[in-house]
């Protein structure tokens, strides 16, 4: 949410056309068309499904010339996590490590290395320490080989984990983050009736957007290490409440889109 490593804003936009639209597979120009919808260009889009695809979040297939995308990845995981309401999985009763070492000669591997980590749920407790809530570090074999990254755990006592999660993943200032989302978004419901069907595809998109930044922030972090009252239910109620209003007319225009595509019969509904 505040660092680039963590969450793009554009990445949000495939999971999203593909949740409004319900289907499982998409053919490139009618996600890219979607996508257009809501904001930059159709050059900017491709490059947008580009980098995805380059870093494992998209997967991508050819019928032809045409290409297929579906989620993959942390991003499918994500994206799994908050259609079924936001909720982590329970507690291994670990915080598992990644323990590093590198020099400032190989900074860009470093860097590149810490980005991938922490896609996939790691925080920093300390320069050279990360520490997950599950171990993902197959996900990072290559890299870990590479850099002589050394996987670990902390076997400890769930108030140790609780203090260690609240200073590596922020959580003052993320609950604080959480508690202005859900003024945001009640507020947002008395004004959102009446759209029409693509105003009310973009504005979905629009409240749901700072939903998945907040989700994606918190890495997958489970309810045993959470402070007490935190607001995750209450924002996902919210969601709840928004999509109730938003939802059917915003699904209505995404089919209305596929429907008149030429590559109609390359999407796979759900």
């Given at each position: 949410m505040r660092s680039p490593s963590r969450y793009y804003p554009a990445f949000d936009k495939p999971p999203f056309c593909l949740a409004v639209?319900?289907?499982t597979a998409i053919p490139g120009p009618i996600l890219i068309d979607l996508m257009t919808r809501l904001d930059l260009t159709e050059s900017a889009n491709r490059s947008v499904l580009n980098r995805m695809v380059s870093r494992g979040s998209l997967a991508l297939s050819r019928t032809?010339?045409?290409?297929?995308?579906?989620?993959?990845?942390?991003?499918?995981?994500?994206?799994?996590?908050?259609?079924?309401?936001?909720?982590?999985p329970s507690w291994d009763g670990r915080l598992h490590a990644l323990i590093y070492d590198t020099s400032e000669t190989r900074r860009t591997a470093r860097e590149r290395f810490r980005a991938a980590a922490m896609r996939v749920g790691y925080r920093s407790l300390r320069p050279g320490v990360l520490v997950s809530p599950s171990d993902q570090s197959s996900a990072l074999s290559?890299?870990?080989?590479?850099?002589?990254?050394?996987?670990?755990?902390?076997d400890t006592d769930v108030d140790t984990a609780r203090a260690i999660a609240n200073r590596a993943w922020s959580l003052g200032r993320v609950r604080e983050e959480g508690e202005r989302l859900c003024e945001h978004l009640e507020a947002a419901v008395p004004e959102l009736s009446g759209l029409?069907?693509?105003?009310?595809?973009?504005?979905?998109?629009?409240?749901?957007?700072?939903?998945?930044?907040?989700?994606?922030?918190?890495?997958?972090?489970?309810a045993e290490l959470m402070p007490e009252?935190?607001?995750?239910?209450?924002?996902?109620?919210?969601?709840?409440?928004?999509?109730?209003?938003?939802?059917?007319?915003?699904?209505a225009f995404a089919e209305e889109v596929i429907r008149a595509s030429p590559y109609l019969e390359l999407v796979e509904w759900r």
């Open positions: 639209a319900d289907v032809g010339r045409v290409g297929v995308y579906r989620l993959a990845g942390h991003l499918l995981a994500n994206f799994e996590r908050i259609r079924g309401g936001g909720q982590p290559g890299q870990i080989h590479e850099l002589g990254v050394m996987p670990g755990f902390l029409g069907a693509e105003s009310a595809f973009r504005r979905l998109h629009g409240l749901i957007r700072p939903v998945v930044a907040w989700t994606v922030e918190l890495g997958g972090l489970p009252h935190w607001p995750g239910r209450r924002v996902h109620q919210c969601l709840a409440d928004i999509h109730g209003v938003l939802l059917p007319s915003a699904s």
